[in-house]
């Protein structure tokens, strides 16, 4: 990836704060490094990677390598979903991103959602190297396309694909394809979900969160895909029309601890709207804002 790289980041402890050292980026990435996000006292770097013409060309590679030094904090969000336009012919749209998160370092990558035009082929890979203290938090999630158009997932490939790796040693690995099939269109499998994302939370310092989101969203679920009970005994039953067939919720997650002693927890969502997932987001990585200086999504 060096070689073709569009971006690459450092973040180094210079004074004792969290600082920029370096921030390359070159067409048809676009960096921005506000100088301020929320309070002076915060010890953090924020990274916005945008595109020039608002979104992914089709046959268009983007690679981006990032590193944040030992005891660094550093954000790297969008400015708005990312677009991946039409495809030419069979050519597919990259993005690829390698980091390296030092010790007791905090990495987020909280992106806002990718949206993949019709006929769109798009892969994306992110490799993540930690330490045994390392701190991140990895949001991946997609839509269905412009679905408020009536345009619901008519792109032809979505791939993404996230390692996270300890030394040698592999401590998550995780792909997600969606391909149109000759038997069963997306459209028809996905029904009426039209969002699904995922959460990454690993590291000490991410621990009370992961067990907060772990209870809510088993309370949350439990409410909803309980079944209905009915009342009376078998036999008036059966004087009862059948029960109708239950709706799906609007939103369903589900969370998972993973490594050896469950360092970390990745969480998967699946909604029928981008602003419910917002919430959800917005909802349980507030605790972020300590580490970062300012709430992710809060804006959305």
Known sequence: MAEAATGAVRVEKLRGRSALTRCFARYPLKLIAPSKVGPASCDAVWLYALTYGGGIVSGDTISCTVSVGDGCTAAITTQASTKVYKAVGSKCSEQLLEARVGEDAFLAVIP?????????????????????????????????????????????????????????????????????????????????????????????????????????????????????????????MRSQPPPQRPQRPPLIASCSPFGRTRTGMVARVAAVSTELVYSFLRHHLAALEPFLGASPYAAS
């Not at 993540?128 to 997609?142: C, E, P, R």
């Not at 030394?167 to 997600?176: E, N, Q, R, Y």
């Not at 939370?201 to 309370?219: C, F, I, N, S």
């Open 112 to 236: 806002d959602p990718v949206t993949c035009f019709s006929t769109a082929r798009y892969h994306q890979k992110q490799v993540f190297q930690v330490s045994a203290n390392s701190n991140l938090v990895i949001v991946d999630w997609f839509t269905s396309g412009r679905y408020e158009c009536g345009e619901k997932w008519d792109f032809s490939l979505y791939k993404s694909v996230n390692h996270i790796f300890l030394g040698d040693l592999p401590l998550f690995i995780d792909s997600v394809l969606l391909e149109q099939g000759s038997n069963w269109s997306l459209a028809e499998q996905m029904q009426e979900y039209n969002v699904i994302a995922m959460v990454v939370l690993l590291g000490p310092k991410l621990k009370t969160m992961q067990e907060q989101m772990q209870a809510e969203v088993r309370k949350l679920m439990s409410g909803q895909l309980r079944p209905p009970t009915s009342g009376g005994s078998l036999y008036a």
